[in-house]
């Protein structure tokens, strides 16, 4: 009999942006859009390492700072065309899922203790980490987001 098959389970993501360079908003709009302008070496490094079908938190930075969507990322790495020519950066097109039915704030998941070892508060300044499966429930759990 042959061995079954297994899939890896996507992985999960925060991506960081501010509202008043690129919104929620414009995100839904776009349809499609490519994470680009990604100018940090481990940002890059979880940028590479995303797969099609991987789900990421699109958090507003700055201004609001909460958890305000779900996108899906649907090409994988490619050199960013805002970068200089030659450089090594890359970008990752995602699609807006949906909205998070109620935004969950940077102080909410700061109070939450199952939260204590998320990214999100220990690498404040990274534009895009890994999300493990556990924060991405509890997080999930806290917007109302019931979708995969």
């Known amino acids: 009999m042959p061995a079954a098959r297994t899939t ?4 999960r993501w925060l991506v960081k942006s501010e509202p008043d360079a690129f919104s929620w908003d414009q995100q839904v709009a776009n349809g499609v859009e490519p994470w680009t302008g990604v100018r940090n070496h481990l940002a890059k490094r979880n ?5 099609k079908g991987d789900l990421a938190f699109f958090y507003h930075s700055n201004i609001g700072k909460e958890v305000v969507g779900v996108v899906e990322v649907v090409r994988e790495a490619y050199p960013d065309p805002t970068a200089e020519e030659g450089s090594s950066w890359v970008c990752v097109d995602m699609r807006a899922m949906g909205p998070m039915p109620k935004p969950v704030g940077l102080a909410a998941i700061k109070a939450e203790p199952a939260l204590a070892d998320v990214a999100l508060i220990r690498q404040s300044r990274l534009s895009v980490m890994p999300i493990a499966p556990e924060h991405w429930a509890v997080i999930a759990r806290m917007g109302g987001w019931a979708g995969k």
């Not at 890896?8 to 992985?11: D, G, L, R, V, Y």
């Not at 940028?47 to 797969?51: R, V």
Request: charged fraction near 10%.
């Open 8 to 11: 890896a389970p996507a992985s």
């Open 47 to 51: 940028l590479m390492a995303m797969k």
